[in-house]
């Protein structure tokens, strides 16, 4: 069973960092690319960053680019966002998601992580 | 970059109605075109990948169809079980935009 579980998020500050996590199972991790999409309070899926299974390919959002950083370790089976110089409007459920076949749509997703940026 | 425009951005409808949402892409995508389902409160969920294939599981009164900027989800009989918001996405190369989201309620 395909599973993918984020941590590592939270209340930070305006300007802070934060690490999120997903680990996965369930599926070679190390064949496919996999994504970052978020959700603000009450609105709608914003994609973040994508990463080919090797980590040659690397895309961003320009919402994000050149303050968050997306990596991945399969010998570990986890994919990472690095986010640093957080904004209010950067709050929101932060969703792992892969695409098991090759292509760039979602077909499966983690629960998401919440992460809240407030003074 | 490629914008993805939803409409309408909400409907009601009757259990058994045919309802249809549109996607448009201000440049031609090919089929390059996936549908997600969110209940609220929950993940999203893919329904339909290359604006037509039914992704396995999915109830066959989903259909999509559409190619180059023009795409549409339809549901055949609308169920309770239906409401939900429901979203496209364009994958053919990255930004990997989302529409706004059509959010789906029973009269």
């Known amino acids: 069973e395909v599973q993918l579980v984020e941590s590592g998020g939270g209340l930070v500050k305006p300007g802070g960092s934060l690490r999120l996590s997903c680990a996965a199972s369930g599926f070679t991790f190390s064949s496919y690319s996999m994504n970052w999409v978020r959700q603000a309070p009450g609105k709608g899926l914003e994609w973040v960053s994508s990463?080919?299974?090797?980590?040659?390919?690397?895309y961003y959002a320009d919402s994000v680019k050149g303050r968050f950083t997306i990596s991945r370790d399969n010998a570990k089976n986890s994919l990472y966002l690095q986010m640093n110089s957080l904004r209010a409007e950067d709050t929101a459920v932060y969703y792992c998601?892969?695409?098991?076949?090759?292509?760039?749509?979602?077909?499966?997703w983690g629960q998401g992580t919440l992460v809240t940026v407030s003074s | 970059d490629i914008q993805m425009t939803q409409s309408p951005s909400s409907l009601s409808a009757s259990v058994g109605d045919r309802v249809t949402i549109t996607c448009r892409a201000s440049q031609g995508i090919s089929n390059y075109l996936a549908w997600y389902q969110q209940k609220p409160g929950k993940v999203p969920k893919l329904l339909i990948y290359a604006a037509s294939t039914l992704q396995s599981g999915v109830p066959s009164r989903f259909s999509g169809s559409g190619s180059g900027t023009d795409f549409t989800l339809t549901i055949s009989s609308l169920q309770p079980e239906d409401v939900a918001t429901y979203y496209c996405?364009?994958?053919?190369?990255?930004?990997?935009?989302f529409g706004q989201g059509t959010k789906v309620e029973i009269k």
């Open positions: 996405q364009k994958y053919n190369s990255a930004p990997l935009t």
């Open positions: 998601a892969g695409g098991l076949t090759g292509e760039f749509y979602f077909d499966y």
């Open positions: 990463i080919s299974s090797s980590s040659s390919y690397i």
